[in-house]
């Protein structure tokens, strides 16, 4: 079975804080994704890598940074926590090829921001 | 931006019943998922139907996309209290990018 772990079940920061993020799968996949989710507006994403050292801005990128120095590790990383960046924060990855379009999900991280 | 938009956005049934709810979009997609979660858990994965299919069935989950209307509807069979969760739609494009809903949040009491 594929595992994605994430680093935290529960987080909490103060303003201003640099803030790491860490997710791991064990699948070997290239593709790693970053969501944060909040109530009424579902997931939506931040960044994403396909490859190692390589990144992709999502839809919601302002605020973050990422990391990719091993195939198996995504980091997200907040260089400066904002109380607007409080979210349950997903991490997911899936494999490359012809027609694999199912993603795998961390049990994510409740990250709030004081 | 969301692509997806389920509704409703609560459903409360009995077990026993069956529980429908639809997915509509806005762009081209070359394929339309349906997750699950749980209270306060990762996705799981449910069921994938390519723009090419019309109807799929995965045990008690049936599956149907329009792509003429932009919509899928999620129909799950005889439910049960283990299906209480919360029901993403997520569209796909040519690279595997996924643009979720909102999501409906299903309870099922027995």
């Known amino acids: 079975d594929v595992k994605v772990t994430q680093s935290s079940r529960y987080l909490v920061k103060r303003t201003g804080e640099k803030v790491f993020l860490e997710c791991v799968q064990d699948?070997?996949?290239?593709?790693m994704f970053w969501y944060r989710q909040d109530p009424g507006l579902g997931l939506r994403l931040i960044y994403f890598?396909?490859?190692?050292?390589?990144?992709e801005k999502g839809d919601i990128p302002e605020g973050y940074s990422v990391s990719r120095e091993k195939k198996e590790r995504f980091s997200l990383i907040l260089e400066s926590a904002s109380t607007n960046q409080t979210s349950m924060y997903l991490c997911?990855?899936?494999?490359?090829?012809?027609?694999?379009?199912?993603?795998?999900f961390g049990p994510g991280t409740r990250l709030t921001v004081t | 931006s969301q692509q997806g938009e389920e509704d409703p956005q609560a459903l409360s049934i009995q077990e026993g019943e069956n529980a429908t709810m639809n997915c509509s979009y806005k762009?081209?997609?070359?394929?339309l998922q349906w997750y699950r979660q749980n209270s306060g858990r990762g996705l799981v994965h449910l069921i994938l139907?390519?723009?090419?299919?019309r109807e799929k069935h995965s045990g008690r989950l049936r599956v149907t996309l329009d792509t003429s209307k932009k919509s899928s509807s999620l129909l799950i069979t005889a439910s049960r209290a283990a299906d209480t969760a919360s029901y993403f739609c997520?569209?796909?494009?040519?690279?595997?990018?996924?643009?979720f809903g909102a999501g409906t949040q299903v309870v099922v009491t027995p």
């Open positions: 997911a990855s899936r494999p490359t090829g012809q027609g694999v379009y199912e993603q795998y």
């Open positions: 699948m070997d996949h290239e593709n």
């Open positions: 890598s396909y490859d190692v050292k390589m990144k």
């Open positions: 762009t081209s997609i070359n394929n």
């Open positions: 139907i390519r723009s090419n299919e």
């Open positions: 997520a569209t796909a494009d040519s690279w595997g990018k996924l643009q």
